[in-house]
């Protein structure tokens, strides 16, 4: 009872961070160290620290994954990489922009995270619309693109990722069965609102402002920097390690081509441009907030709480779609990293095996879910904080589209899963 009752109180101080003025970090991080603490009081220490160990060994892995994924995608932003990709839009009308915009945040999202994509998309927002109104239905439609398309691909959006790294899924299964759901519940919303647009935007005046790095260098980072991105997968299936080694790999390559290309600089000009530049910008914050979320769902797995909580659901609810749709619209309301990891506890790999399709659901619902209210994913937090979209808004415009999409990506999944 008193670790369910430290994590529900952290967990409700992680939903409420904006009202009690708290970094979610903080509440994570102490609850998931009180939830370990309240568990060794009462049982064997010694079975208990080997439990931890055992959950550390696998923390460790997606925190040092996010971390090098992180720093790589910093410094491609550094030297302009993204740049390259924005300045190719030359379109006015409204709704072209819009299937445009759409476009490169469902791509983009799967090369990148949602929190990077919806960055990335706001900033070219910014450059080619001056309205407000054009912005916040750009940035809505940012949102659910950029979360759409992190669930298609094993390093597109962090849940997806943990399944990944956990062993739930593989790569090709992945792409094969959840791109065309996940295109779906883009298509849908697109449609919707962009009925609602006509005519050509304003863009805003270009400001004149000179890049700190040359064309080619540009081009460089951006083109190893994706590079070894996409070849995390492959290098997982050629060489059977696990995916941490293969982004630490594509860190260190780019870490050596940073250094080569920039050699000649003062210390100065290269800071900004170098790996130790890259990991101040990083958000170490969300690094440290997902080691006590998921500190914590594992102290409640080693318990057992968690495997009584499925057997649960499964009595009360019974069909096991129902109980995924049922976490994906969760999603809206509170963070999808806890789901997903209290999922991975509530059912282990006895119960599905990997690729099952109870995971690959789970993995489309979590992503698309956080879609249906602007704070339910990364990527609504900070378009609301970027574009200044108020939640009411939100809820009013663009809530009903987002919906719509998940429900019709969801049963575009089912009907394709009962078709193989």
Request: overall charge neutral.
């Amino acid at each position: 009872m008193l670790l369910v009752a430290i994590f529900i109180v952290g967990y409700l101080a992680i939903a409420f961070e904006h009202t009690l003025q708290l970094n979610k970090a903080a509440s994570a991080l102490l609850a998931g160290v009180l939830c370990w603490t309240a568990y060794i009081v009462a049982g064997d220490a010694h079975v208990i620290n080997a439990q931890l160990l055992h959950h550390l060994a696998g923390i460790s892995q997606i925190l040092f994954f996010l971390l090098g994924a992180m720093t790589i995608v910093e410094l491609i932003d550094a030297h302009d990489g993204f740049e390259i990709i924005t300045a190719r839009i030359r379109t006015t009308n409204r709704r072209k922009l819009l299937v445009t915009i759409a476009a490169i945040a469902f791509l983009l999202s799967a090369v990148l995270d949602n929190l990077t994509t919806s960055i990335v998309m706001m900033s070219l927002v910014r450059k080619l619309a001056s309205g407000d109104l054009d912005r916040k239905y750009y940035g809505g439609m940012v949102i659910i693109a950029a979360n759409a398309g992190g669930v298609w691909s094993p390093i597109g959006d962090v849940t997806t990722t943990m399944l990944w790294v956990g062993g739930q899924i593989t790569t090709v299964p992945l792409v094969t069965k959840l791109a065309v759901p996940a295109l779906v519940s883009v298509i849908v919303p697109m449609l919707w609102i962009g009925a609602r647009l006509r005519g050509d935007i304003e863009a805003p005046a270009a400001p004149a402002t000179a890049s700190s790095t040359a064309p080619f260098e540009r081009k460089l980072v951006l083109a190893v920097g994706t590079g070894v991105l996409l070849f995390v997968p492959v290098f997982k299936t050629l060489t059977h390690l696990p995916p941490v080694m293969g982004i630490l790999l594509g860190l260190g390559v780019l870490w050596a081509v940073t250094e080569v290309i920039h050699k000649q600089k003062n210390d100065e000009h290269k800071g900004a441009l170098s790996v130790a530049g890259a990991l101040q910008r990083v958000d170490s914050q969300s690094v440290l907030f997902f080691l006590g979320i998921l500190l914590a769902i594992g102290a409640l797995e080693s318990a057992g709480l968690l495997g009584s909580l499925a057997t649960t659901l499964e009595d009360a609810i019974g069909n096991i779609d129902v109980i995924t749709m049922a976490i994906g619209l969760s999603s809206a309301v509170v963070d999808n990293v806890p789901l997903v990891a209290a999922a991975q506890g509530m059912y282990p790999l006895q119960t599905f095996g990997v690729d099952h399709h109870f995971w690959l659901f789970l993995a489309y619902c979590a992503g698309t879910g956080g879609s249906i209210l602007i704070i339910g994913s990364a990527a609504g937090i900070a378009v609301m904080g970027i574009q200044r979209i108020t939640f009411g808004w939100y809820v009013r415009t663009m809530s009903i589209p987002a919906l719509l999409g998940y429900l019709a990506g969801a049963g575009v999944y089912l009907a394709l899963t009962r078709l193989s």
